[in-house]
């Protein structure tokens, strides 16, 4: 059988890590998400702590083209999505695994046993879930964190892939996590996972 | 145990409505497409065959509003609009079902047992569907079809709802149909709304 690949784009908040690695455990697959910096740090040569501050960051289109690239930040943010994006395909071509984030449902829109989900929820629902997770308080710091690191991944994604981030179009599947919570999502996408495992199997 | 309802938006030709059909075989719960246009004909005492032409179509935003309302088209749909959506909240008080289109989602966007779903696929996905349902041969015939079936249904959403057609912030769960086809999809759907209930009976 090929290789089954779950890439998930995820709000923050909306429990999209927390979504991937429990369902990767429920397949018996690898997860992915911090792991790729490493990663990419082992192949680039670059130490891993200098490539997190890069992480899910787009270059900045103002950056000088005429700055060392050596010394310029934006090339290192490129140097590290070019990385993970090798890095990512070598996994796909390797093993079943669900990648959260940086940009895999775009690097791997054209591998036929992907599903490209992206999992979201309203303000209310993830203010919610970070209070919960991180014993936070402050409903207002919540939310301004919430919409400055969307923002992130937002020009993170559109730079890189020159799409929409979460646009239905983009995606296989999209899905709400207040509706059914963590743990239904988990259940759902495990279905929808083994779904597409039959139907590659027939 | 409260009625669950699962209303269902979709593209034309990306089989949203046959999908809404065997889903609400499945649950052996009622299904409501085209027989939203009898009850409501049934509620208005305007003839079915007359409201047939108004069926999902908003009124004309340029139609004068010094038109006596018993000749002007917009009324008539705005009037329909209004008969359905009374019919709607009508069965959603009473029985569990799948309702497909009709802004169902917007309609029913506070009842707590509702699963608002977007069914959608690229357009080569959607014109082969077509091609083979109707035995029809032209695919810029289809093509041309599909753009303007789905620019209408936008427009009536967008008219009576004030939101984005298909948009994710409208709806719970997105599925490209192409993703695990028509019966994949259903078997998915049919899971999401097992979930749903016995969370619902918990």
Known sequence: ???????????????????????AARLGISFY????IQLAAEKSGIHADVLKGADEVAANPFSSPFVP??????????????????????IASRE?????????????????????VFIYADMEYK???IMERHHLKDTELIEKIIRRTDKNRRTY???YTDHKWGAREEMD???????????????LLEKAARLKMEQ???
Chains 1, 2 share one sequence.
């Open 1 to 23: 059988m090929s290789n089954i690949i779950i890439t998930i784009g995820r709000e923050f908040g909306s429990g999209g890590r927390i979504i991937g690695e429990k369902l």
């Open 33 to 36: 998400d911090k792991e790729l």
């Open 69 to 90: 690239p050596s010394i310029d930040q934006g090339s290192l943010n490129d140097k590290l999505y070019k990385y993970q994006r090798d890095v990512i395909r070598e």
């Open 96 to 116: 079943s695994c669900v990648i959260v984030g940086r940009c895999a449902d775009y690097i791997l829109k054209d591998y036929p046993n992907c599903i490209r």
């Open 127 to 129: 203010v919610k879930l």
């Open 157 to 159: 994604y559109q730079y």
């Open 173 to 187: 599947l999209l899905i709400d996590s207040s509706l059914l919570g963590v743990d239904g999502t988990v259940d």
């Open 200 to 202: 590659a199997e027939a």
